[in-house]
């Protein structure tokens, strides 16, 4: 089961959990420098049970948030996950984000997501912001921030697939898209409504900016692309968008294009204002669904880590997508790291955990053996069963000082040291 595989008596051979971490899981860090407790909200976990006699899927609509210990040293075989159940009326979305304040260090969930491919949930719950307080034990409580009622959501769509991201006093939600699985007006609509402009909200005074974000790909439009916050850039810091899809025509027929990143865009929440930048180096390919995170060095550049995500299409062609490739500020410019690719995952999440240590969380086989011609949720449960999942628990950890992958966290380590190919740039 692959992200709470600790929580269970049974014996499981872990399986690739999907509409994953990003989307089943989302998560962010508590207490300074990474150091503290990790929480993931969990909707949707996948498991192959193994037992002696049979081995059959197991599917389980979760519904509960889960802490992990970053002040003890674990290994992805051994962590243990606490988890917190979500009481009645809690927002249970697939494809949900965590908005994390800092400065009061509560989480906001509910404005992002969708009903679950699986289980009961048929129609979406109407649009609220739950919050989140952590009881620095590695648990907490949840409690309806705004209200369903309240007009400070008038005019506001519950999103899905957007670029979205937290940090300083701001919260962001741009592009995605609403359909009838995030929006309860549009149970007898059919197909989706591709969404347009940035939705900002303010977590110190609980306000919405809605805005128009013609800076961003022409029209404010885009989906399964990512915003990093850089803290160090800017009085309020600075926002960082790049890749996913976006939606053309040629001769009538729609197309959904990747999005190139040798372009990236930025966005000072204090001054309001978002623009183009170019991206130089070892540009990575077109992609989506990847999965981003950051870390201040101790010479003043920033490092963004970008891993995995796909092309759209899933199998052979996707393979080379397993891939790490670290945007460096303020030169903006790409390095990659090179290894062999061998299992592409897309859907998953990733945040630097302390030191150089950058934790990924769950995911997708993007080299998964598909049933075709058949239903929706075929295609699906077949993706996810499709393979094994080389991360235990679907947990992977990467040094970005080494530039190697590990299976264990180590607590208290020191401040993130640049990589020697980090250096070397600035250096000539």
Known sequence: ?????????????????????????????EGRNGQGTRHLDSRQIAAIVDTQKFIRR???????????????????????????????????????????????NIFYSGFTGRTSTFGDDSKPPPLAIWSFKPDGKGSGSWEEAIG???PRLNDLKRSDRGYTASGGSSALLLGGISNSQTSPGLQDKSGDVRLSGLVEFNMTRQTFRNGTAKWFNGGG????????????????????????????????????????????????????????????????KPRRDFCLAGLSSENGTYEIFLYGGYNGNLGPDAVPYDEIYI???????WLKINYPPQHPRHGHSCNAIGGSQIISVGGVDSNAQIYINTSVQSTIL???????????????????????????????????????????????
Not at 1 to 29: E, P, Q
Not at 327 to 333: R, S, V
Request: glycine share 8%; hydrophobic share 40%.
């Open 382 to 428: 077949s993706a996810f069963n499709s393979s094994i999942d080389p991360f235990a628990q679907g947990l992977g950890i990467f040094d970005m000082t080494t530039l190697a992958w590990a299976d264990h966290f180590t607590a208290n380590k020191s401040q993130y040291i640049q990589s020697d190919m980090v250096r070397s740039f600035y250096s000539n």
């Open 327 to 333: 945007l460096t500020l303020p030169a903006f410019h």
């Open 221 to 284: 439009c885009g989906e399964k692309g990512k915003i990093h916050y850089v803290p160090s850039f800017g009085p309020d810091g600075l926002f960082i968008i790049m890749g996913g899809e976006s939606e053309s025509y040629i001769e009538d027929e729609r197309k959904n294009d990747n999005l190139a990143l040798d372009t990236v865009w930025a966005y000072d929440s204090m001054g309001n204002r978002g623009y183009k930048q170019v991206a130089t180096g070892n540009i990575p």
């Open 148 to 150: 369903t009622e309240d």
């Open 1 to 29: 089961m692959s992200i709470v595989r600790a929580l269970s008596i049974l014996s499981f051979v872990t399986c690739w959990a999907r509409l994953a971490i990003g989307s089943v899981i989302s998560s962010h860090i």
């Open 58 to 104: 197991a599917w389980q609509a979760s519904s509960t948030t889960l802490s992990i210990d970053l002040t003890k040293n674990w290994t992805n075989e051994s962590v243990v996950f606490q988890p917190t159940a979500k009481p009645p009326g809690a927002p249970q979305l697939s494809g949900s984000t965590l908005w994390h304040d800092k400065e009061q």
